[in-house]
Every structure is written in structure tokens, then in C-alpha cells.
């Protein structure tokens, strides 16, 4: 009885261990579910302010709607990095997440078995010992009743045996997933963060950089009708400036340049990626 007694405490085991699994990895999948979503709607509210920036733009004078330009550039800049962070998300950390779904789904399925064996078991243990109660001469009818309890309990023992294999398995593979998982998610969020760095620190300059004197000047002169003065100048650009590309209209439009730069900034993020994870093994070390 001692045997049948552990045998049940091993199948608490395995079942307390895939219950924490489908709790903590389901709640993990729709929070980081939750956290891509806010990101691509952080992505499309800048891509409107891209959009309204070079709308404003056009109206201004020219060094500020230059600046403003500049600016709407970087920020467009960021945007597709930050499209790109959420498709790396959507493959790297939710979707492997959502993998545990079926396979916690089989291991339940199998403990399940187990513990119809065990009852099996633990009826045929009932059996012997009512037989041994009311027919202790009986020693035929007990003798089968033994071999069956003998065949019952190594049935159990060997799927036991057997689950417990696949329990560890299944505990090894969550554990180096979900530390693959969070590196991943680090990784997306270093990349992402690193260039952003960089293209704001470009964005912070230009905007620092401008000179409102020389568009006031302008102002002076339209308000007093000096457009014939050699200072003044008129609101139409005389060099052209680089497109913006948010000057498109519609998400579509956003959506078909992000496709045309998507093949350079994969291979300028892979490179990223490798060069940060290699920072922060050293960093380890």
C-alpha cells in the first residue's frame, strides 16, 4: 500500500507542475499579447503625428518647415522600428508561448490515464483483501486475485515510470524556453530602444539647431508686404527637401514604404541584435 500511497504523491507532482505551467505561461502569453498590441498602437498614433508634423510643416515658413520635416523623417524612422519590434514579438515570444496551449493539453490527457490505472490498482487491492476477509480458505479464488493486483500494480509502476519521463521533459523544455523567451524579449527591446537613441539624438539636434530669428524675419516681411526685400523669402521651398515619407496619404501608402525598407532594416537589426547580445554575454562574464 506504501507503493500505491507514493505513486499518488508523484501524480500530485506532475499535476500541481503542469497546473503552475498552464496558469503562469497562459497569463505570460496574453500579457505580452496585450504589450504587442500596445506597441503597434503607439506605432500608428506616431504615424499620424508623422502625418499631421508634415501637414504643419507645409504651412510654415521655410527653416521651420524644414525642421519640422527633418523631424517627421526621424520619427517615421523610429515607427518602422518599432513595426519591426512588434513582428519580432508576435514570432519570437507569443508565438512559442502559444505552443504550450496543446502540449499542456496532451500531458493532462496522459496524467488522466495514469490515474486510471492507479484506480485499477487500488480496486484490485480492495478486491484481494475482501477476498482474504470472507474466504480465507478460498486460496484458489485469492491466488487470481493476487496475480491480478501483481498485473495492476506493475501496470502502474510502468506508466508511472513512463509519465514521470515525460513530466521532466516537459519541465526541461519550459524552463529553457522561457529563458530563451525573455532574452528574446530583452534582445527586441535593446535593439529597438538603441536605435531609437540614435535617431532621437538626430531628431534633438535639428530641433535645437533652429534658428526662429530667420523665419521671423519672413513673418516681418509678408506682414508688411516687403516680399521684394532681399532678406525675405517666399513660403514655397527654393531647394527642394527629402520627402517625407509619412506624406503619403493613408495607412496603405505607410504600410507599402515600410515593405520597401523592410529587407535593408532586417539585415541592419539582425546586426544589431547579434552585437547587443554579444555586449551582454561579455557584460556577464
Given at each position: 500500500?506504501?507503493?500505491?500511497?507514493?505513486?499518488?504523491?508523484?501524480?500530485?507532482?506532475?499535476?500541481?507542475?503542469?497546473?503552475?505551467?498552464?496558469?503562469?505561461?497562459?497569463?505570460?502569453?496574453?500579457?505580452?499579447?496585450?504589450?504587442?498590441?500596445?506597441?503597434?498602437?503607439?506605432?500608428?498614433?506616431?504615424?499620424?503625428?508623422?502625418?499631421?508634423?508634415?501637414?504643419?510643416?507645409?504651412?510654415?515658413?521655410?527653416?521651420?518647415?524644414?525642421?519640422?520635416?527633418?523631424?517627421?523623417?526621424?520619427?517615421?524612422?523610429?515607427?518602422?522600428?518599432?513595426?519591426?519590434?512588434?513582428?519580432?514579438?508576435?514570432?519570437?515570444?507569443?508565438?512559442?508561448?502559444?505552443?504550450?496551449?496543446?502540449?499542456?493539453?496532451?500531458?493532462?490527457?496522459?496524467?488522466?490515464?495514469?490515474?486510471?490505472?492507479?484506480?485499477?490498482?487500488?480496486?484490485?487491492?480492495?478486491?484481494?483483501?475482501?477476498?482474504?476477509?470472507?474466504?480465507?480458505?478460498?486460496?484458489?479464488?485469492?491466488?487470481?486475485?493476487?496475480?491480478?493486483?501483481?498485473?495492476?500494480?506493475?501496470?502502474?509502476?510502468?506508466?508511472?515510470?513512463?509519465?514521470?519521463?515525460?513530466?521532466?521533459?516537459?519541465?526541461?523544455?519550459?524552463?529553457?524556453?522561457?529563458?530563451?523567451?525573455?532574452?528574446?524579449?530583452?534582445?527586441?527591446?535593446?535593439?529597438?530602444?538603441?536605435?531609437?537613441?540614435?535617431?532621437?539624438?538626430?531628431?534633438?539636434?535639428?530641433?535645437?539647431?533652429?534658428?526662429?530669428e530667420r523665419d521671423l524675419e519672413d513673418f516681418r516681411a509678408k506682414m508688411h508686404g516687403l516680399y521684394g526685400h532681399r532678406d525675405a523669402r517666399p513660403l514655397t521651398d527654393?531647394?527642394?527637401?527629402?520627402?517625407?515619407?509619412?506624406?503619403?496619404?493613408?495607412?496603405?501608402?505607410?504600410?507599402?514604404?515600410?515593405?520597401?525598407?523592410?529587407?535593408?532594416?532586417?539585415?541592419?537589426?539582425?546586426?544589431?541584435?547579434?552585437?547587443?547580445?554579444?555586449?551582454?554575454?561579455?557584460?556577464?562574464?
Amino acid at each position: 500500500m506504501s507503493v500505491v500511497l507514493s505513486r499518488d504523491s508523484q501524480v500530485r507532482v506532475m499535476e500541481d507542475t503542469v497546473t503552475n505551467a498552464e496558469k503562469h505561461l497562459g497569463q505570460f502569453c496574453s500579457m505580452l499579447a496585450a504589450y504587442t498590441r500596445k506597441t503597434a498602437q503607439v506605432r500608428d498614433k506616431a504615424d499620424q503625428l508623422v502625418k499631421q508634423l508634415t501637414d504643419f510643416a507645409n504651412t510654415e515658413h521655410p527653416e521651420m518647415r524644414a525642421t519640422l520635416r527633418s523631424f517627421a523623417e526621424d520619427l517615421a524612422k523610429v515607427q518602422d522600428y518599432r513595426q519591426a519590434e512588434v513582428e519580432r514579438l508576435e514570432t519570437k515570444v507569443i508565438s512559442p508561448l502559444k505552443l504550450y496551449g496543446a502540449h499542456i493539453k496532451q500531458t493532462r490527457a496522459e496524467i488522466k490515464k495514469l490515474k486510471q490505472v492507479q484506480k485499477n490498482e487500488i480496486k484490485q487491492l480492495a478486491k484481494l483483501g475482501k477476498l482474504r476477509q470472507k474466504s480465507p480458505s478460498d486460496r484458489l479464488t485469492i491466488s487470481q486475485a493476487e496475480t491480478s493486483v501483481q498485473r495492476a500494480s506493475a501496470d502502474a509502476s510502468h506508466t508511472t515510470h513512463q509519465l514521470g519521463e515525460m513530466i521532466e521533459a516537459f519541465q526541461k523544455r519550459k524552463l529553457t524556453d522561457l529563458q530563451k523567451i525573455f532574452s528574446d524579449f530583452v534582445t527586441i527591446e535593446m535593439v529597438l530602444h538603441a536605435k531609437a537613441v540614435e535617431v532621437y539624438s538626430s531628431a534633438f539636434q535639428t530641433l535645437e539647431n533652429y534658428d526662429p530669428e530667420r523665419d521671423l524675419e519672413d513673418f516681418r516681411a509678408k506682414m508688411h508686404g516687403l516680399y521684394g526685400h532681399r532678406d525675405a523669402r517666399p513660403l514655397t521651398d527654393t531647394v527642394s527637401s527629402p520627402a517625407v515619407p509619412w506624406s503619403l496619404t493613408g495607412q496603405s501608402a505607410q504600410n507599402a514604404l515600410r515593405g520597401e525598407r523592410r529587407e535593408d532594416e532586417e539585415t541592419m537589426e539582425a546586426s544589431a541584435e547579434e552585437d547587443l547580445r554579444g555586449r551582454g554575454r561579455a557584460l556577464h562574464q
